[in-house]
């Protein structure tokens, strides 16, 4: 079992951002370093949906929503993910997942975090 630790969801006006950070403390650094990390997104009454991923080698993939207004990053050191999450806006109102894909296939999630942008 993978444990994954989200913080920094939150309430935030329209136009304003957000640092969503994720954590995999006691993973083993050397399986982090070559998991796929993600972050998913799920607003009610809809299917969970790809926000961003990230690989081993650093290249990203980002939900064509979000697409130039999220940024994710990975410190492998830290065996941390983070969701920098700029101009945010009503529709972007969801529970945030953070995601480990391992090498073995298996996926892991964590408890998610809430993001809240008053209409």
């Known amino acids: 079992q993978v444990e994954l630790v989200e913080s920094g969801g939150g309430t935030v006006q329209a136009g304003g951002s957000l640092r969503l950070s994720c954590r995999a403390p006691?993973?083993?650094?050397?399986?982090?370093?070559?998991?796929?990390m993600g972050w998913y997104r799920q607003a009610p009454e809809k299917e969970r949906e790809l926000v961003a991923t990230?690989?081993?080698?650093?290249?990203?993939d980002y939900g064509a929503s979000v697409q130039g207004r999220f940024t994710i990053s990975r410190d492998n050191s830290r065996k941390t993910v983070t969701l920098q999450m700029n101009n945010l806006q009503p529709e972007d109102i969801a529970g945030y997942y953070c995601?480990?894909?391992?090498?073995?296939?298996?996926?892991?999630w964590g408890q998610g975090t809430q993001v809240t942008v008053p209409s």
């Open positions: 995601s480990a894909s391992l090498s073995s296939g298996a996926q892991y």
């Open positions: 006691r993973m083993i650094t050397s399986t982090f370093n070559m998991d796929k």
């Open positions: 990230v690989t081993s080698g650093r290249m990203t």
